[in-house]
């Protein structure tokens, strides 16, 4: 097998099936590629009957029922657990392929031993650029993000950093982190630095993977001649500051920030990173 498609699905059912018909579209034909395949689809107990649709339409898939909602990392992990390919994508149910995405993501990773996750350029339903690629948080970045200090030129200077907005997002680079909505990994970087860390519920599980990659010697690329679209809405990020406690998705990315925080306090300088800066 040479790559297992992850699909973590949470009452996104008709997102996730958009998801998967993309998947059967693009080119792995013998003329072109030849690329052998899976896809693995997890329910994290959603109710939504996306099982019984599954196994009638693509009765090929292996569909996983989790009893309840594990969150993205443990959820994904399920799923990565069942994997059979040389390099496993993660996808979220709310992306879709073109028909070369994978095709040029494997093609690049089979010529660089080096890169451990890398990430397609990715583009909303209406075909603009979607930040998908980041230098580190500093200490404050997600309270800029989500306050009124972000009004400030020191705040946005700050923010301009994280989103890496003076950099070319055409070319081939290295970056600090990728964002976990479409993940190209391999399947040897996983085994070695131990899949999501099932403590982050909701967000910065990417980021923490990315970290952990970077820490074992791997890098970690942003590779834009792959493409996909990707549907995405900043939940916990459309909520005002002040309503957090009232909002889940919120709740659950100031969690998140508390827990990397608690995690990563220790660590300064990632060996191998400095050089993105």
């Not at 969150?71 to 994508?89: C, D, L, P, S, T």
Request: net charge positive; proline share 4%.
């Amino acid at each position: 097998m040479d790559i297992s498609i992850i699909i973590l699905n949470y009452k996104s059912r008709g997102l996730a099936l958009n998801c998967i018909k993309s998947i059967k579209e693009a080119d792995f034909s013998p003329e072109s590629s030849g690329l052998k395949y899976e896809i693995i689809v997890v329910d994290n107990n959603s109710n939504d009957g996306i099982g019984e649709i599954i196994s009638w339409q693509y009765p090929g898939i292996k569909f996983i029922q989790n009893k309840k909602n594990l969150g993205m990392g443990a959820g994904n992990n399920v799923g990565i657990k069942k994997a059979e390919g040389r390099y496993v994508a993660v996808m979220n149910p709310d992306t879709m392929a073109f028909p070369d995405t994978f095709l040029k993501l494997y093609n690049f990773m089979e010529s660089s031993p080096e890169v451990g996750i890398a990430g397609p350029k990715q583009f909303y339903p209406d075909r603009t650029v979607q930040n998908s690629c980041y230098q580190w948080y500093n200490l404050f970045t997600p309270v800029y993000r989500r306050t009124p200090l972000g009004k400030f030129k020191f705040a946005q200077k700050d923010v301009a950093r994280f989103l890496m907005k003076d950099s070319d997002h055409n070319s081939v680079k290295k970056v600090d982190w990728l964002l976990g909505s479409f993940l190209f990994c391999r399947s040897s970087c996983l085994d070695q630095i131990g899949f999501f860390d099932e403590r982050f519920f909701m967000y910065f599980e990417d980021t923490d993977l990315c970290r952990r990659t970077w820490q074992k010697g791997w890098k970690v690329v942003y590779f834009p001649e792959s493409r996909i679209i990707h549907n995405h809405k900043r939940e916990s990020a459309e909520t005002p500051w002040y309503k957090f406690l009232w909002n889940q998705a919120a709740r659950a990315h100031v969690i998140s920030w508390l827990k990397y925080l608690k995690k990563w306090r220790k660590v300064r300088v990632i060996p191998g990173i400095r050089d993105n800066a």
